[in-house]
């Protein structure tokens, strides 16, 4: 229970909290007490991924109240392990009674249908993993399902996104993840690097890409893993690179951006801004959330409070399936060529 002393008149807006008032009528102070009710999750996952929804769930803002997997061992031994409700089927699980958001945690889940169900829910959806039908530039961009840990829309970006638009002109964007145990995929991490690129700098002309620990196959709704890397030129002469790997253990993110103004460096832990004479200058420091599981409650209270974080668009995955068709014919690829591949 949380008490504070509260004057006539005053607003507030809060989520999954139950509020009464203490206090007479009359004019003066009147006490808020707030008893705090729990945002109750449901969840479909992997088997192996039970310490990222341990990370996640290591709060008292959420609860894991429904849990879903395709292994029904692991579906019964996870739920028990959060004293959830086991569910076998994804589709039940997004129907569940009482519960405040959805999170489709495990890869290989979220398709068209999926999709569209999700839009016609009355509570939000998240999913950690991209859309598994290959190319589909006409699934992103929609509000039916939150892609989640965004980099560009966690909880360092505001500060970095101001520093940002004080560099002036963008030269350079380097962008780097790792991860492992099982915390995301390397498609994930890939599309992530690709959202904040298009973001910052547009569109590139030109990629090329490599990708190397791990089978690849022609077939774009094939899952990829491993390790990834490109580099890529815009027309005003910016370049970018990727380095993504989903065998790299601990999780972190970083973009590095260079302009006029100097560098930007932002991570999960906070942002960085150094001007060219090598000075530093104030960025506002940020709380650490620097796991996947810790950066999903982070997301999932925030989608709980009704506040949606950024979504990557068509574009974004234009330039992933381009990064990603680079990488099977080892050859420069043009993104307009494989836009017009697929019209």
């Known amino acids: 229970m949380v008490t504070a002393p509260l004057r006539r008149g005053t607003e507030f807006g809060l989520c999954s909290w139950t509020i009464t008032w203490h206090g007479p009528a009359s004019a003066g102070p009147l006490l808020l007490v707030v008893y705090h009710r729990l945002m109750r999750c449901a969840v479909w996952a992997a088997p192996e991924q039970l310490q990222l929804l341990q990370r996640a769930f290591d709060t008292d803002a959420l609860t894991c ?73 006409d699934l992103y961009g929609k509000d039916n399902v939150h892609f989640i840990p965004l980099l560009r829309g966690g909880p360092t ?29 390397l ?7 690709a959202d904040l690129v298009v973001h910052v700098a547009g569109m590139p002309e030109e990629v090329f890409a490599a990708q190397s620990g791990g089978p690849m196959t022609p077939d774009p709704t094939d899952g990829i893993a491993g390790h990834l890397t490109s580099t890529m030129r815009f027309a005003n002469g910016c370049t970018a690179s990727i380095t993504v790997s989903d065998g790299g253990g601990s999780w972190v993110r970083r973009a590095t951006v260079l302009g006029t103004g100097g560098r930007v460096m932002v991570t999960d832990e906070g942002v960085s801004w150094t001007d060219p004479d090598g000075e530093a200058q104030e960025a506002p420091p940020t709380e650490s959330h620097a796991t996947a599981g810790a950066l999903s409650q982070w997301h999932l209270c925030r989608l709980g409070d009704h506040k949606p974080d950024p979504q990557p668009s068509p574009d974004v995955a234009l330039l992933c399936e381009t990064l990603r068709l680079s990488c099977v014919t080892g050859q420069v690829e043009q993104v307009d060529h494989v836009a017009r591949m697929f019209t």
């Open 65 to 137: 109240a429904v849990l879903g997997c395709n292994d029904p061992a692991a579906r019964d031994s996870m739920a028990a392990a959060f004293q959830a409700e086991p569910v076998d089927d994804v589709r039940q699980l997004l129907l569940s009674p009482s519960i405040d958001a959805a999170w489709l945690a495990a890869p290989g889940v979220l398709d068209a249908d999926i999709d569209a169900m999700a839009g016609d829910l009355p509570v939000p959806v998240a999913t950690s993993a991209p859309f598994v039908e290959g190319f589909q530039p």
């Open 157 to 185: 970006w505001l500060a970095a996104s101001g520093c940002i638009e004080l560099l002036g002109d963008v030269h350079c964007i380097q962008v780097s993840a790792t991860a492992g145990d099982h915390q995301t995929s």
């Open 187 to 193: 498609r994930a991490l890939l599309l992530d690097a």
